[in-house]
Protein backbone atom coordinates (compact mmCIF):
# COMPACT_ATOMS: atom_id res chain seq x y z
CA UNK A 1 0.00 0.00 0.00
CA UNK A 2 1.29 3.19 -0.97
CA UNK A 3 2.07 6.09 1.63
CA UNK A 4 -0.68 8.28 -0.20
CA UNK A 5 -3.24 5.42 -0.13
CA UNK A 6 -2.18 5.09 3.74
CA UNK A 7 -2.65 8.77 4.02
CA UNK A 8 -6.38 8.66 2.66
CA UNK A 9 -7.54 5.64 5.04
CA UNK A 10 -6.04 7.21 7.88
CA UNK A 11 -8.06 10.59 7.31
CA UNK A 12 -11.73 8.69 6.11
CA UNK A 13 -11.17 6.68 9.53
CA UNK A 14 -10.53 9.62 11.49
CA UNK A 15 -13.89 10.93 9.35
CA UNK A 16 -15.54 8.14 10.73
CA UNK A 17 -15.00 8.74 14.21
CA UNK A 18 -15.66 12.21 14.08
CA UNK A 19 -18.52 11.48 12.79
CA UNK A 20 -19.76 8.89 14.97
CA UNK A 21 -18.92 10.82 17.93
CA UNK A 22 -20.84 13.61 16.54
CA UNK A 23 -23.50 11.63 16.42
CA UNK A 24 -23.31 10.29 20.02
CA UNK A 25 -23.19 13.77 21.56
CA UNK A 26 -26.35 14.34 19.46
CA UNK A 27 -28.10 11.64 20.58
CA UNK A 28 -27.27 11.31 24.32
CA UNK A 29 -28.30 15.18 24.41
CA UNK A 30 -31.53 14.51 23.05
CA UNK A 31 -31.81 11.45 25.35
CA UNK A 32 -30.70 13.24 28.45
CA UNK A 33 -32.64 16.67 27.39
CA UNK A 34 -35.80 14.96 27.50
CA UNK A 35 -35.69 13.29 30.74
CA UNK A 36 -34.57 16.87 32.12
CA UNK A 37 -37.57 18.47 30.71
CA UNK A 38 -40.13 15.39 31.12
CA UNK A 39 -38.86 16.12 34.97
CA UNK A 40 -39.64 19.91 34.47
CA UNK A 41 -43.20 19.74 32.43
CA UNK A 42 -44.47 17.47 34.67
CA UNK A 43 -44.84 19.78 37.30
CA UNK A 44 -46.39 22.05 35.21
CA UNK A 45 -49.18 19.19 33.87
CA UNK A 46 -49.82 19.00 37.56
CA UNK A 47 -49.67 22.69 38.72
CA UNK A 48 -52.66 23.11 36.14
CA UNK A 49 -54.24 19.64 36.55
CA UNK A 50 -54.17 18.60 40.12
CA UNK A 51 -51.98 20.52 42.32
CA UNK A 52 -55.04 23.23 43.24
CA UNK A 53 -57.07 20.34 44.79
CA UNK A 54 -53.94 18.73 46.54
CA UNK A 55 -51.69 21.71 47.88
CA UNK A 56 -53.64 24.64 47.87
CA UNK A 57 -57.42 23.70 48.88
CA UNK A 58 -58.36 26.65 50.63
CA UNK A 59 -58.31 29.14 47.78
CA UNK A 60 -61.14 29.79 45.19
CA UNK A 61 -60.31 27.75 42.02
CA UNK A 62 -58.74 30.10 39.71
CA UNK A 63 -57.07 31.73 42.79
CA UNK A 64 -56.04 27.76 43.70
CA UNK A 65 -54.84 28.07 40.03
CA UNK A 66 -52.91 30.89 40.49
CA UNK A 67 -50.97 29.66 43.89
CA UNK A 68 -50.03 27.00 42.17
CA UNK A 69 -48.66 28.27 39.38
CA UNK A 70 -47.28 30.51 41.66
CA UNK A 71 -44.82 27.76 42.99
CA UNK A 72 -44.34 26.39 39.35
CA UNK A 73 -43.27 30.13 38.35
CA UNK A 74 -40.92 29.59 41.76
CA UNK A 75 -38.82 26.99 39.53
CA UNK A 76 -37.97 29.69 36.76
CA UNK A 77 -36.58 31.72 39.73
CA UNK A 78 -34.36 29.68 40.31
CA UNK A 79 -33.30 29.03 36.79
CA UNK A 80 -30.91 32.29 36.18
CA UNK A 81 -29.22 31.02 39.54
CA UNK A 82 -28.54 27.77 37.97
CA UNK A 83 -26.91 29.23 34.72
CA UNK A 84 -24.91 31.48 36.89
CA UNK A 85 -23.50 28.61 38.89
CA UNK A 86 -23.02 25.96 36.38
CA UNK A 87 -22.13 28.83 33.83
CA UNK A 88 -19.23 29.72 35.59
CA UNK A 89 -18.04 26.19 36.12
CA UNK A 90 -19.12 25.00 32.61
CA UNK A 91 -16.28 27.09 31.00
CA UNK A 92 -14.18 26.37 33.84
CA UNK A 93 -14.34 23.03 34.25
CA UNK A 94 -16.25 21.45 31.22
CA UNK A 95 -19.53 21.10 30.02
CA UNK A 96 -20.16 17.65 30.53
CA UNK A 97 -19.40 17.17 34.38
CA UNK A 98 -22.27 20.01 34.64
CA UNK A 99 -24.63 18.13 32.82
CA UNK A 100 -23.96 14.61 35.18
CA UNK A 101 -24.81 17.03 38.34
CA UNK A 102 -27.80 18.95 36.89
CA UNK A 103 -29.55 15.49 36.02
CA UNK A 104 -29.23 14.54 39.23
CA UNK A 105 -30.27 17.17 40.99
CA UNK A 106 -33.19 17.21 38.58
CA UNK A 107 -34.22 13.42 39.32
CA UNK A 108 -34.06 13.60 43.15
CA UNK A 109 -36.44 16.95 43.01
CA UNK A 110 -38.52 15.70 40.70
CA UNK A 111 -38.85 11.53 42.51
CA UNK A 112 -39.40 13.23 46.31
CA UNK A 113 -42.45 15.02 44.32
CA UNK A 114 -44.05 11.61 44.58
CA UNK A 115 -43.76 10.92 47.86
CA UNK A 116 -45.11 14.53 49.42
CA UNK A 117 -48.03 14.46 51.63
CA UNK A 118 -50.74 16.64 50.56
CA UNK A 119 -52.38 19.94 52.35
CA UNK A 120 -54.78 17.95 53.96
CA UNK A 121 -51.99 15.65 55.54
CA UNK A 122 -49.44 18.25 56.73
CA UNK A 123 -51.31 21.62 56.24
CA UNK A 124 -48.84 25.04 54.86
CA UNK A 125 -46.23 22.73 55.20
CA UNK A 126 -47.07 20.71 51.74
CA UNK A 127 -47.12 23.81 49.52
CA UNK A 128 -43.95 25.14 51.38
CA UNK A 129 -42.46 21.99 50.30
CA UNK A 130 -43.71 21.43 46.72
CA UNK A 131 -42.41 24.89 46.20
CA UNK A 132 -38.79 24.27 47.60
CA UNK A 133 -38.65 21.31 44.98
CA UNK A 134 -39.74 23.22 42.49
CA UNK A 135 -36.92 25.63 42.96
CA UNK A 136 -34.60 22.71 43.25
CA UNK A 137 -35.86 21.68 40.01
CA UNK A 138 -35.49 25.10 38.28
CA UNK A 139 -31.84 25.60 39.70
CA UNK A 140 -30.93 22.14 37.82
CA UNK A 141 -32.81 23.21 34.54
CA UNK A 142 -30.96 26.21 34.71
CA UNK A 143 -27.68 24.34 34.15
CA UNK A 144 -28.93 21.75 31.79
CA UNK A 145 -30.43 23.64 28.91
CA UNK A 146 -26.90 25.53 28.20
CA UNK A 147 -24.44 22.60 29.04
CA UNK A 148 -26.34 20.60 26.89
CA UNK A 149 -26.62 23.05 23.84
CA UNK A 150 -23.23 24.37 23.83
CA UNK A 151 -22.08 20.58 24.12
CA UNK A 152 -24.06 19.61 20.92
CA UNK A 153 -23.23 22.99 18.77
CA UNK A 154 -19.26 23.30 19.76
CA UNK A 155 -19.14 19.18 19.05
CA UNK A 156 -21.45 19.68 15.69
CA UNK A 157 -19.55 19.21 11.92
CA UNK A 158 -18.92 22.26 9.95
CA UNK A 159 -21.96 23.89 8.58
CA UNK A 160 -24.19 21.86 10.46
CA UNK A 161 -24.49 23.33 13.89
CA UNK A 162 -27.96 24.62 13.64
CA UNK A 163 -29.05 20.94 12.68
CA UNK A 164 -27.06 18.97 15.52
CA UNK A 165 -28.08 22.38 18.10
CA UNK A 166 -31.39 20.80 17.69
CA UNK A 167 -31.13 17.81 19.32
CA UNK A 168 -31.31 19.35 22.90
CA UNK A 169 -33.90 21.41 21.81
CA UNK A 170 -35.80 18.26 20.72
CA UNK A 171 -35.91 17.03 24.05
CA UNK A 172 -38.31 19.65 24.77
CA UNK A 173 -41.05 18.23 23.07
CA UNK A 174 -39.85 14.74 24.02
CA UNK A 175 -39.96 15.51 27.13
CA UNK A 176 -43.27 17.52 26.85
CA UNK A 177 -44.74 14.28 25.43
CA UNK A 178 -43.48 11.93 27.63
CA UNK A 179 -44.87 13.60 30.41
CA UNK A 180 -48.05 14.49 29.37
CA UNK A 181 -48.48 10.99 28.35
CA UNK A 182 -47.60 9.07 31.30
CA UNK A 183 -49.57 11.41 33.32
CA UNK A 184 -53.09 10.98 30.52
CA UNK A 185 -52.82 6.98 30.89
CA UNK A 186 -52.58 7.45 34.52
CA UNK A 187 -55.37 9.59 34.47
CA UNK A 188 -57.35 7.16 32.00
CA UNK A 189 -56.79 4.22 33.50
CA UNK A 190 -58.13 4.90 37.17
CA UNK A 191 -61.23 6.70 38.99
CA UNK A 192 -60.78 10.53 39.06
CA UNK A 193 -60.91 9.53 42.93
CA UNK A 194 -58.45 7.41 43.01
CA UNK A 195 -56.21 9.96 40.57
CA UNK A 196 -56.34 12.53 43.02
CA UNK A 197 -55.34 10.66 45.59
CA UNK A 198 -51.82 8.44 44.84
CA UNK A 199 -52.33 7.97 41.08
CA UNK A 200 -50.83 11.39 40.09
CA UNK A 201 -47.50 10.41 42.34
CA UNK A 202 -46.42 7.59 39.52
CA UNK A 203 -45.44 9.80 36.80
CA UNK A 204 -43.19 11.64 39.54
CA UNK A 205 -41.86 8.29 41.22
CA UNK A 206 -41.22 6.71 37.42
CA UNK A 207 -38.76 9.44 37.21
CA UNK A 208 -36.02 7.83 39.03
CA UNK A 209 -36.08 4.90 36.16
CA UNK A 210 -35.40 7.55 33.61
CA UNK A 211 -32.22 9.44 35.57
CA UNK A 212 -30.47 6.14 35.61
CA UNK A 213 -30.90 5.45 31.62
CA UNK A 214 -29.77 9.58 31.16
CA UNK A 215 -26.70 8.79 33.37
CA UNK A 216 -25.94 6.45 31.17
CA UNK A 217 -26.07 7.72 27.65
CA UNK A 218 -24.43 10.88 29.40
CA UNK A 219 -21.12 9.15 30.99
CA UNK A 220 -20.36 8.14 27.54
CA UNK A 221 -19.52 10.99 25.89
CA UNK A 222 -17.03 13.30 25.15
CA UNK A 223 -15.92 16.61 26.43
CA UNK A 224 -16.73 19.32 23.62
CA UNK A 225 -13.38 19.69 21.69
CA UNK A 226 -13.51 23.41 21.39
CA UNK A 227 -13.45 23.56 25.55
CA UNK A 228 -10.28 21.05 25.49
CA UNK A 229 -8.71 23.22 23.17
CA UNK A 230 -9.51 26.12 25.00
CA UNK A 231 -8.23 24.76 28.43
CA UNK A 232 -4.82 23.34 26.95
CA UNK A 233 -4.28 26.61 25.91
CA UNK A 234 -5.19 27.95 29.15
CA UNK A 235 -7.64 30.22 27.85
CA UNK A 236 -10.33 29.76 30.16
CA UNK A 237 -11.77 32.90 31.93
CA UNK A 238 -10.80 33.38 35.55
CA UNK A 239 -14.42 35.00 36.26
CA UNK A 240 -17.04 34.01 32.98
CA UNK A 241 -20.00 35.60 34.50
CA UNK A 242 -18.73 38.77 35.66
CA UNK A 243 -17.24 39.21 31.77
CA UNK A 244 -20.35 38.54 30.28
CA UNK A 245 -22.07 40.71 32.77
CA UNK A 246 -19.49 43.32 32.47
CA UNK A 247 -18.46 43.13 28.68
CA UNK A 248 -21.16 41.07 26.95
CA UNK A 249 -24.23 43.61 27.44
CA UNK A 250 -25.24 43.94 24.05
CA UNK A 251 -25.27 40.30 22.93
CA UNK A 252 -26.65 39.72 26.98
CA UNK A 253 -29.58 41.62 26.76
CA UNK A 254 -30.94 40.83 23.01
CA UNK A 255 -30.41 37.17 24.01
CA UNK A 256 -33.08 38.14 26.94
CA UNK A 257 -35.31 40.36 24.24
CA UNK A 258 -35.32 37.61 21.76
CA UNK A 259 -36.70 34.55 24.55
CA UNK A 260 -39.17 36.52 25.65
CA UNK A 261 -42.46 35.85 23.00
CA UNK A 262 -41.08 32.51 22.46
CA UNK A 263 -41.07 31.32 25.90
CA UNK A 264 -44.32 33.20 26.84
CA UNK A 265 -46.55 31.59 23.80
CA UNK A 266 -44.99 28.13 24.80
CA UNK A 267 -46.19 27.59 28.53
CA UNK A 268 -49.16 29.24 27.58
CA UNK A 269 -49.89 26.77 24.78
CA UNK A 270 -48.98 24.18 26.99
CA UNK A 271 -49.46 25.29 30.18
CA UNK A 272 -52.03 27.33 31.13
CA UNK A 273 -54.45 26.63 28.18
CA UNK A 274 -54.82 23.33 30.18
CA UNK A 275 -56.45 25.51 33.24
CA UNK A 276 -58.15 27.07 30.72
CA UNK A 277 -59.82 24.14 28.88
CA UNK A 278 -61.01 22.88 31.77
CA UNK A 279 -62.11 25.68 34.05
CA UNK A 280 -63.12 28.65 31.49
CA UNK A 281 -64.40 25.91 28.11
CA UNK A 282 -65.70 23.49 30.36
CA UNK A 283 -64.10 21.09 28.44
CA UNK A 284 -62.70 17.43 29.54
CA UNK A 285 -58.76 17.59 30.47
CA UNK A 286 -58.07 15.32 28.20
CA UNK A 287 -58.86 17.72 24.95
CA UNK A 288 -56.01 19.85 25.72
CA UNK A 289 -53.30 16.65 26.71
CA UNK A 290 -54.40 15.12 23.97
CA UNK A 291 -53.62 18.30 21.77
CA UNK A 292 -50.59 19.04 23.40
CA UNK A 293 -49.25 14.93 23.08
CA UNK A 294 -50.24 15.44 18.65
CA UNK A 295 -48.13 18.55 18.99
CA UNK A 296 -44.93 17.29 20.46
CA UNK A 297 -44.97 14.21 18.37
CA UNK A 298 -44.76 16.83 15.34
CA UNK A 299 -42.35 18.69 17.27
CA UNK A 300 -39.66 16.09 16.89
CA UNK A 301 -40.12 16.95 13.23
CA UNK A 302 -40.53 20.86 12.71
CA UNK A 303 -37.89 21.52 15.22
CA UNK A 304 -34.98 19.72 12.92
CA UNK A 305 -36.54 21.36 10.43
CA UNK A 306 -36.62 25.30 11.32
CA UNK A 307 -32.48 24.48 12.60
CA UNK A 308 -31.73 22.94 8.91
CA UNK A 309 -33.07 25.95 7.30
CA UNK A 310 -30.94 28.17 9.95
CA UNK A 311 -28.17 26.24 8.41
CA UNK A 312 -29.23 27.53 5.01
CA UNK A 313 -30.34 30.50 4.88
CA UNK A 314 -29.26 32.46 8.19
CA UNK A 315 -30.26 32.19 12.09
CA UNK A 316 -31.93 36.03 11.65
CA UNK A 317 -33.98 35.26 8.56
CA UNK A 318 -35.67 32.18 10.55
CA UNK A 319 -35.92 33.45 14.09
CA UNK A 320 -37.91 36.54 12.79
CA UNK A 321 -40.10 34.57 10.92
CA UNK A 322 -41.03 32.81 13.99
CA UNK A 323 -40.96 36.27 16.40
CA UNK A 324 -43.13 37.84 14.39
CA UNK A 325 -45.40 34.98 13.33
CA UNK A 326 -45.59 34.08 17.25
CA UNK A 327 -46.93 37.38 17.55
CA UNK A 328 -49.37 37.80 15.33
CA UNK A 329 -51.15 34.59 15.77
CA UNK A 330 -52.16 34.95 19.15
CA UNK A 331 -55.53 36.74 18.81
CA UNK A 332 -56.53 34.11 16.13
CA UNK A 333 -55.21 31.00 18.69
CA UNK A 334 -57.88 32.16 21.41
CA UNK A 335 -60.39 32.51 18.58
CA UNK A 336 -59.48 28.96 17.91
CA UNK A 337 -59.96 27.97 21.81
CA UNK A 338 -62.90 29.47 22.76
CA UNK A 339 -64.75 28.41 19.67
CA UNK A 340 -65.03 25.07 21.69
CA UNK A 341 -64.14 22.78 18.76
CA UNK A 342 -61.94 19.68 19.53
CA UNK A 343 -60.46 19.77 16.39
CA UNK A 344 -59.89 23.54 16.13
CA UNK A 345 -58.18 23.24 19.81
CA UNK A 346 -55.82 21.03 18.81
CA UNK A 347 -55.47 22.69 15.23
CA UNK A 348 -54.36 25.80 17.30
CA UNK A 349 -52.30 24.09 19.64
CA UNK A 350 -50.32 22.56 16.35
CA UNK A 351 -50.23 25.87 13.97
CA UNK A 352 -49.15 28.02 17.49
CA UNK A 353 -46.21 25.69 18.64
CA UNK A 354 -44.95 23.85 15.40
CA UNK A 355 -45.33 25.90 12.63
CA UNK A 356 -44.49 29.58 14.61
CA UNK A 357 -42.99 28.24 17.92
CA UNK A 358 -40.93 25.79 16.26
CA UNK A 359 -39.00 28.36 14.34
CA UNK A 360 -37.93 30.16 17.00
CA UNK A 361 -37.00 27.55 19.12
CA UNK A 362 -35.37 25.29 16.95
CA UNK A 363 -32.43 27.54 15.82
CA UNK A 364 -32.10 29.21 19.32
CA UNK A 365 -29.82 26.66 20.68
CA UNK A 366 -27.20 27.93 18.45
CA UNK A 367 -28.12 31.27 17.50
CA UNK A 368 -27.51 31.98 21.39
CA UNK A 369 -24.34 29.37 21.26
CA UNK A 370 -23.01 31.52 18.57
CA UNK A 371 -23.08 35.20 20.09
CA UNK A 372 -20.32 34.73 22.95
CA UNK A 373 -17.17 32.89 22.61
CA UNK A 374 -15.79 29.63 23.70
CA UNK A 375 -14.15 31.62 27.43
CA UNK A 376 -17.92 32.72 28.25
CA UNK A 377 -20.07 30.35 25.70
CA UNK A 378 -21.85 28.83 28.34
CA UNK A 379 -22.79 31.32 31.30
CA UNK A 380 -23.59 33.79 28.10
CA UNK A 381 -25.96 31.67 26.69
CA UNK A 382 -27.05 30.28 30.01
CA UNK A 383 -27.79 33.44 31.80
CA UNK A 384 -29.55 35.24 28.65
CA UNK A 385 -31.82 32.41 27.70
CA UNK A 386 -32.51 31.75 31.61
CA UNK A 387 -33.15 35.25 32.59
CA UNK A 388 -35.36 35.22 29.18
CA UNK A 389 -37.72 32.06 30.48
CA UNK A 390 -37.97 34.06 34.22
CA UNK A 391 -39.52 37.28 32.82
CA UNK A 392 -41.72 35.35 30.26
CA UNK A 393 -42.10 31.70 30.79
CA UNK A 394 -42.74 31.17 34.44
CA UNK A 395 -44.89 34.37 34.81
CA UNK A 396 -47.22 34.15 31.80
CA UNK A 397 -49.10 31.57 33.00
CA UNK A 398 -49.69 33.05 36.25
CA UNK A 399 -50.31 36.50 34.70
CA UNK A 400 -52.95 35.18 32.46
CA UNK A 401 -54.62 33.59 34.77
CA UNK A 402 -54.92 36.52 36.54
CA UNK A 403 -55.77 38.37 33.57
CA UNK A 404 -58.74 35.88 33.03
CA UNK A 405 -59.68 36.46 36.47
CA UNK A 406 -59.67 40.05 36.53
CA UNK A 407 -61.43 40.29 32.86
CA UNK A 408 -64.43 37.99 33.88
CA UNK A 409 -63.01 35.61 31.29
CA UNK A 410 -62.01 37.38 28.91
CA UNK A 411 -59.11 36.04 26.59
CA UNK A 412 -58.23 39.47 25.28
CA UNK A 413 -56.19 41.15 27.92
CA UNK A 414 -53.98 37.80 27.31
CA UNK A 415 -53.63 38.52 23.73
CA UNK A 416 -52.13 42.03 24.26
CA UNK A 417 -49.68 40.91 27.14
CA UNK A 418 -48.16 38.30 24.70
CA UNK A 419 -48.45 40.73 21.85
CA UNK A 420 -46.23 43.17 24.17
CA UNK A 421 -43.64 40.54 24.13
CA UNK A 422 -43.29 39.78 20.98
CA UNK A 423 -43.17 43.25 19.74
CA UNK A 424 -39.52 43.09 22.35
CA UNK A 425 -38.73 40.09 20.76
CA UNK A 426 -39.13 41.35 17.08
CA UNK A 427 -36.85 44.28 18.06
CA UNK A 428 -34.05 42.18 19.54
CA UNK A 429 -34.45 40.36 16.91
CA UNK A 430 -33.73 42.95 14.45
CA UNK A 431 -30.69 44.14 16.24
CA UNK A 432 -28.81 41.00 16.89
CA UNK A 433 -26.04 39.77 14.43
CA UNK A 434 -25.90 37.02 12.10
CA UNK A 435 -23.55 34.44 12.68
CA UNK A 436 -24.48 31.31 10.50
CA UNK A 437 -21.10 31.78 8.82
CA UNK A 438 -18.91 32.52 12.08
CA UNK A 439 -15.93 30.33 13.13
CA UNK A 440 -16.37 28.99 16.90
CA UNK A 441 -13.85 31.34 18.57
Not at 11 to 18: C, D, G, P, T, Y
Not at 237 to 250: C, F, I, M, N, S
Request: with cysteine; glycine share 10%.
Amino acid sequence: MSKNQLAQDNVALESKILIKEHSKVAISSFIGTTIEWYDFYLYGTAAALVFPALFFPNFDPIYGTMAAFGSYAAGFIARPLGSMVFGHYGDKLGRKKMLTISLLLMGLATFLMGFLPSYHSIGLLAPLLISLLRVIQGFAVGGEWGAAVVLAVEHAPPGKRGLYGSFPQMGVPAGLLLSTLVFSLVNNHMSNNAFLSWGWRIPFLCSAILIMVGLFVRLKVSESPVFLEAAEKKQQEERPVLTVLREQKKPLFLTIGMKLVQNAVFYIYTVFILSYIVNTLHMDRSVGLNAVMISSVIGLGTLPLWSYLSDKIGRKPVYLFGTIASTLFVIPFFWLMDSGSVLLITIGIVIGLNVFHDAVYGPQAVYYSELFGTKIRLSGASIGYQVGAVLAGGLSPIIATWLLAEFDGKSWPICLYLIALGVLSIVSTLFARETYRDYLT
